[in-house]
Every structure is written in C-alpha cells, then in structure tokens.
C-alpha cells in the first residue's frame, strides 16, 4: 500500500465514523439526564454509557494503529452518567482527534501489526474496521434503547 492508497482508506473511515458520530449526535440532542441514563436492565447500558464506551475504543483503536500511547479506564466507561451537552462536547472532541489521528496515519499504520491491550496484535486496517462495526453496533443499541424508553408503559 502506498501513500495515496492509505489516505484514501482513512478518509473512507473518517466519513464512516464521523456519521456515527452525527446519529449518536441525533439521538442525545434534547435528551433529558434520566433519558439519557436509563437502563432497560439492572445488567444493560444506558445511552450515555454506550457513547462514552464507543468514544474510549474509538480513541483507543486509533491511537493503537498510529503506536501511540493511550490511557483508558474502561471501567468507567460503564458507569458513565452524563447530560446531553456533555456528550455532545465529547462528540466534537472525538471528532477533532479523529480527524488529527486520521489525517496523520501512514501505510504502515494500516499494514503492520499494531498492539493493543492484551489482545493479539492485527494490522492498524483490521483495527480500524472492527472498530467501525462496533460503533455501529452500539449505534443501534443505543436506538433500540431509545425504543424501549419510549415504549414503557
């Protein structure tokens, strides 16, 4: 891969990310704080921990492919209680490191094997693309969470 090529890749997945980005916006706009922090279950995640969670691997991730070091507590993550504009100013922060991450990555970041935790090294591409279907998967978690908080009786 070269230089163009990487580029290419990593505007694919800035559009990709920062559209999840726009609907978790959506979603937490004009949420009230118990909206935002209800769980449909003792052992299920609110809306807000699911954008908080999927931030800190995104950031991660990232973070990871490019061999810079990160620190995260994602314990926290799921014990996350937050208003509405308070998830929307990490959106936007997430959106700038995303893009200062993004526009910085080499062909390397994406052919060579990255480390990440404790997790078996894979190239920066398969990170960055496991990391994709998992923002979308919470993406819809956190739709169908809202389906749920809307439909209680």
């Not at 990487?6 to 559209?19: F, P, R, V």
């Amino acid at each position: 891969m070269d230089d163009a090529g990487a580029k290419t890749i990593a505007t694919t997945i800035g559009t990709l990310l920062h559209s999840v980005h726009d609907q978790m916006r959506e979603h937490a706009r004009g949420m009230d704080h118990g909206t935002l922090n209800w769980k449909p279950l003792p052992q299920a995640n609110s809306v807000a921990v699911l954008i908080v969670h999927t931030l800190g691997a995104e950031r991660d991730m990232i973070r990871a492919a490019r061999l810079l070091p990160t620190e995260r507590d994602r314990e926290s993550e799921f014990r996350a209680e937050a208003e509405a504009a308070d998830l929307l100013a990490l959106l936007d922060q997430a959106d700038r490191e995303l893009d200062e991450n993004l526009g910085a990555l080499t062909a390397a970041d994406l052919t060579e094997l990255r480390p990440r935790g404790d997790r078996p090294p894979r190239t920066g591409l398969e990170w960055l693309l496991m990391n994709y279907g998992h923002a979308r998967e919470h993406l819809a978690q956190i739709e169908l969470t809202k389906q749920l908080y809307d439909s209680r009786t």
